[in-house]
């Protein structure tokens, strides 16, 4: 669990990934992005394709930003195969973590065993590096939550995440649930998806239990920890 009471706000950074994902994103937009990103000390500067991966790659050289990379997104429709292959490219150009989509349908279903083959492949073509699975939660019952999330802690993917961002965000309950399916594991849980007013939102689900917040509010989410301390929403700092 995250204890905002031993963070600064620069230490707040590494809860974020700061995202950058419509169609009609510049070579510019990238590049200032990632800027803002090394700024406020984010996680991981994520986009929705592995077009972008060499350049982002080239921005953060240096840092401990980590370079993200989308695999089968929005949908996750795309066979293993070709999630496999997204997923080889996006490391060979330079990913060092990656955000994949998971088949709702094949979970609702109960395609079980497929999920899990498909889970292996992926996991296999990863290569070592920072593994999601995105699950998508505003579409799933919340016994739909607890399975996806245990196949995906079974499968040893890093992080279980809720959603896109492309739909429905998910609740504080919604995520209280996926951090309680995964105890005991090694994955963790990251959501997106955050709706307004986003500062207190993104808090509020770092608190049922989420150590990672993917999100294209992330400078202003941080911008608001201030003020957040100062009304009660974020214990104040106690230090070490």
Not at 48 to 74: D, H, Q, R, Y
Request: glycine content about 8%; aromatic content about 8%; overall charge negative.
């Amino acid at each position: 669990m995250v204890d905002l009471s031993k963070m600064t706000k620069w230490d707040m950074g590494k809860l974020f990934d700061y995202s950058v994902l419509p169609k009609q994103t510049t070579e510019a937009e990238i590049r200032r992005g990632c800027k803002e990103a090394i700024e406020y000390n984010c996680k991981a500067f994520c986009f929705s394709s592995s077009e972008w991966t060499p350049i982002v790659a080239e921005e953060l050289k240096g840092t401990n930003i980590m370079v993200g990379a989308a695999i089968g997104f929005p949908f996750g429709q795309q066979s293993s195969a070709v999630k496999a292959f997204e997923t080889e490219e996006a490391v060979r150009k330079g990913a060092t973590v990656l955000d994949n989509v998971m088949n709702v349908g094949d979970l609702k279903d109960r395609k079980y065993d497929k999920i899990k083959a498909e889970f292996n492949d992926y996991v296999h073509a990863a290569q070592g590096v920072m593994t999601k699975m995105i699950i998508e939660t505003c579409y799933l019952t919340k016994e739909e939550i607890t399975t996806a999330c245990q196949l995906v802690a079974e499968a040893g993917i890093d992080w279980v995440k809720t959603s896109t961002g492309q739909y429905e965000g998910p609740d504080v309950m919604d995520v209280k649930l996926m951090a309680d399916a995964v105890k005991g594991s090694k994955t963790k849980v990251k959501v997106a998806g955050v709706k307004a007013p986003r500062p207190q939102n993104a808090f509020c689900f770092i608190l049922a239990g989420a150590e990672l917040i993917g999100t294209r509010a992330a400078p202003a989410i941080l911008d608001a920890v201030d003020d957040l301390r100062e009304i009660g929403i974020i214990p104040a700092y106690t230090g070490e």
